[in-house]
């Protein structure tokens, strides 16, 4: 799995024009599923999003996690993620996973993270989406569970 956290002020998905999710302080997370990933792969950033130190304590510090601030997630799906440029200027998309078991795997991320006590708003898998923020900072993180330490 491949996910792009942002720290934002706000963030919101608009569809057809309507507000359909938005957050105050928080992260949106842009989220892409790829094939022949598995509960290890949502695991480690079920361990590592929520828990990011990269909110500024009382020292001016990034210190503190979405869970010591109380923030919000707004959790995208965006396939586009896996886009392989290596060859020519049109994206490759084989690496993603097929809709039915990335929606899956998408909607399982998303629950866990609420068992965590966080507050989760998320696009629509699959939807076309205008995706709004307020990067603080700016702050955005890559991680890639294809690249964990076991």
């Known amino acids: 799995m491949r996910a792009v956290i942002q720290r934002v002020k706000e963030a919101s998905v608009i569809i057809d024009g309507k507000v359909y999710s938005n957050i105050g302080r928080g992260f949106l ?3 892409a599923v ?17 828990n990011l130190r990269v909110f500024e304590g009382e020292s001016g510090k990034m210190n503190l996690s979405l869970k010591d601030v109380g923030g919000e997630m707004l959790v995208v ?17 084989t ?10 795997l998408y ?3 998303v629950e866990k993270v609420r068992e965590q006590g966080i507050k989760v708003k998320t696009g629509k898998f699959a939807a076309f989406m205008e995706v709004r ?3 603080e900072g700016p702050v955005t993180i ?9």
């Open 29 to 31: 997370v842009l989220l």
């Open 34 to 50: 790829e094939e022949n990933d598995t509960e290890k792969d949502m695991e480690y950033l079920l361990k590592k999003i929520p």
């Open 77 to 93: 799906s965006q396939f586009t993620l896996l886009g392989n440029v290596k060859r020519g200027l049109r994206p490759d998309f």
């Open 95 to 104: 690496r993603a996973e097929r809709p039915e078991r990335a929606k899956k």
């Open 107 to 109: 909607l399982e991320f």
């Open 133 to 135: 923020l307020i990067n």
């Open 142 to 150: 890559i991680i890639d569970s294809r690249f964990r330490e076991f």
